[in-house]
């Protein structure tokens, strides 16, 4: 199985240590993992601002890292859905198609490709997770609250698997935290409420650590701990399951 590492433009440039747990944890399940080097921006942030002709070279470049790949995985939620839903590269259809349905965020390839089973991590602390809205609506990740359907979540499911580790029940699990990309400088005022309300949810909780699938949305909740002094920290979910 090869598996192509697709790592997000603020996760290359701000966590890299989220990119180096995600490889860390998929080579323990046993998987080849190459990292095309060409690689850049899926051209996301230009899409969804409505210059989605400014992102031309960033689709064709995808196209062209990508292409000849198994499996191509991303501690991303958001990133990976734009490719599902909206990479388009003229004269390049079927390879689109392909790499379409080849893209997995890294959550969804553990339970859905891998089939985790068990994990070797420990992570001793009390946790709160936020469900991202790409992931959670967009990947079917977890239920919507708003369905009237049995509850799951993928990301809970395999945080259960981890030692120690103390998931919180929040008063609204599912509700955006308010960064939605160009969002949160369009409407700062509203995005920054937003993730005030999704922060005192985790503190109300008890949690000493937020965790998502999103480091995008993780960093603007960072943003607001760090701003009201908060012992409550953000840590991607790779990194937990990849913690021992």
């Not at 921006?41 to 969804?48: D, E, I, L, T, Y």
């Not at 997995?104 to 891998?114: A, I």
């Not at 990309?181 to 949690?207: I, L, P, Y």
Request: glycine letters at 8%.
């Amino acid at each position: 199985m090869k598996v192509a590492l697709f790592v997000p433009c603020y996760v290359d440039q701000f966590y890299p240590h989220v990119a180096i747990a995600t490889l860390e944890l998929l080579e323990k399940q046993g998987v080849t993992v190459i990292y095309p080097t060409r690689q850049t921006c899926c051209g996301q942030p230009m899409a969804n601002s409505g210059f989605e002709h400014l992102a031309t070279g960033c689709n064709e470049n995808f196209v062209e890292s990508f292409a000849d790949c198994d499996y191509i995985v991303s501690p991303s939620g958001s990133c990976v859905l734009h490719i599902k839903d909206h990479l388009h590269v003229d004269g390049a259809e079927e390879k689109v198609v392909l790499i379409r349905q080849r893209t997995y965020e890294l959550v969804e390839f553990l339970t859905d490709v891998l089939q985790v089973k068990t994990l070797t991590s420990r992570f001793p602390h009390r946790v709160g997770l936020h469900q991202s809205c790409h992931g959670q609506r967009g990947l079917k990740l977890s239920q919507m609250s708003e369905l009237v359907a049995p509850p799951f979540s993928k990301t809970g499911h395999l945080l259960g698997m981890v030692e120690g580790l103390e998931l919180v029940q929040l008063n609204r699990a599912d509700e955006c935290c308010g960064f939605g990309g160009t969002f949160c400088v369009a409407e700062e005022a509203v995005s920054v409420k937003m993730g005030k309300d999704r922060v005192a949810d985790h503190q109300e909780h008890g949690a000493a650590f937020i965790t998502g699938n999103d480091m995008s949305c993780l960093m603007h909740l960072d943003g607001i701990l760090r701003r009201q002094n908060s012992p409550t920290k953000i840590v991607h979910v790779a990194e937990i399951l990849n913690a021992w």
